[in-house]
């Protein structure tokens, strides 16, 4: 009997009649002959709720504990969930990512996952049971609770698909697949109907509604990725990897536009231009688990230069605090920082090394007065920091002028 993981998001399990609408999906899938394994994220705004809740006590929460406490979200959807399927006539039972094997770093707040151990899982398999995994969480080997970050309940599902050989694993979710555009910014984006995982990995990079490491992890365990809506029965979007028959000079193309609001720009200015300066920067952002995006440097005849790098805006606290000590420590001059910034992305195949996507994607920005900040670019993605008050705008400019809006 072939297995299927279906993940279902916040909003798919957001109160109690919608609970009892993924039950029955699930019942369905169990009906036709698979084994399921579900994996859910908590209900609704749970997550930002119980945020908030901790900063009431105190406006930096121990990460530790707070890890602890958000794991909670997920156990409320996760047991409810498994009331529902008791209540429709399955066996069920509900695992929290401890119980399901998920082990991961102590990097709390964002934790990797190194193994799941999927004895438990499997014997409740053999059992002829459903299984509801509290998705978003796992633990150190000193079973201290963890959490894999937002939207860390992609990473969850396809975690498990990988490591227990299932056919595939399904996203379900609010939107009813992967659009060359968010819909709500551009009404005229199309969803697609399969999309190979390098392109959706700069996607969900750069904006996409995925966990980016979900990708990574589908990519390396060729575990194909469906993405649909929870409350439609609509056809949604295959991430696999994509047989392409179309010849080779052909196969460059634009896929889609992202974009990400959740990005701060650092600045340290007057920084001496010497061996080791830039580790000395860096290495402190990658022990605190901040990661680093965009990273520009301009080098002055006065043998100073300023560095400037984006991080996620969460962590432009943090990362302020770490670089105050370090532009002490080697003689640089001021630090400063934005957070009004976004950035938007063009993503397709083979681009980086074809005459003309880039300047053309500058001139679309230009004609629109769209200003660019900084610029980044891998083999299928050109990315742009721009003001975020211009994103919207930005996205739309770029659909158009890629025409991405005709059918290909």
Request: charged content about 25%; glycine content about 8%.
């Amino acid at each position: 009997m072939s297995l299927i993981v279906q993940k279902y998001g916040g909003s798919s399990v957001a109160d109690a009649s919608k609970i009892l609408n993924v039950a029955g999906r699930i019942g369905a899938t169990k009906d036709s002959g698979k084994q399921v394994v579900a994996v859910v994220s908590a209900m609704g705004d749970t997550t930002d709720e119980l945020i908030g809740l901790a900063q009431t006590i105190t406006p930096q929460p121990d990460p530790r504990e707070l890890d602890l406490l958000l794991s909670t979200g997920e156990l409320v959807s996760c047991t409810l969930l498994t009331m529902a399927l008791r209540t429709l006539g399955y066996q069920a039972i509900s695992l929290s990512g401890v119980q399901a094997g998920i082990r991961t770093d102590t990097t709390y707040g964002k934790a990797r996952i190194h193994r799941v151990e999927t004895e438990r899982v499997r014997q409740e398999l053999e059992l002829g049971r459903l299984i509801v995994v509290a998705g978003f969480q796992g633990a150190t080997e000193d079973l201290d609770v963890t959490t894999l970050g937002r939207g860390g309940s992609d990473t969850t599902a396809v975690a498990l698909a990988a490591a227990l050989g299932a056919e595939r694993c399904e996203i379900y979710t609010d939107v009813e697949g992967i659009y060359t555009a968010d819909p709500r910014l551009v009404p005229e984006a199309r969803k697609l109907v399969e999309i190979g995982y390098q392109e959706m990995l700069e996607l969900a990079s750069y904006g996409a509604k995925m966990h980016p490491r979900s990708i990574e992890l589908g990519a390396a365990f060729q575990i194909p990725i469906y993405v649909a809506s929870s409350f439609k029965e609509t056809q949604g979007t295959l991430i696999h990897q994509k047989a392409d028959e179309r010849p080779m000079e052909d196969r460059i193309k634009v896929t889609g536009i992202a974009y990400d609001t959740n990005i701060a720009k650092i600045t340290v200015r007057s920084v001496p231009d010497r061996p080791g300066i830039a580790a000395a920067l860096f290495e402190p952002l990658s022990q605190t688990g901040t990661s680093v995006d965009t990273i520009v440097q301009n080098t002055s005849l006065d043998r100073t230069t300023d560095i400037s790098f984006t991080v996620s805006r969460t962590d432009l606290p943090m990362a302020l605090a770490q670089m105050e000590a370090v532009v002490h420590e080697i003689g640089a001059g001021d630090l400063v920082s934005d957070d009004t910034l976004a950035s938007v992305s063009v993503v397709g195949s083979g681009m980086q090394n074809t005459p003309g996507y880039a300047s053309r994607m500058f001139r679309i920005l230009a004609d629109g007065d769209i200003n660019i900040d900084m610029i980044t670019t891998s083999e299928i993605r050109i990315s742009c920091v721009v003001k975020e008050e211009q994103v919207g705008e930005a996205v739309r400019l770029l659909h158009r002028g890629f025409h991405l809006d005709e059918e290909p």
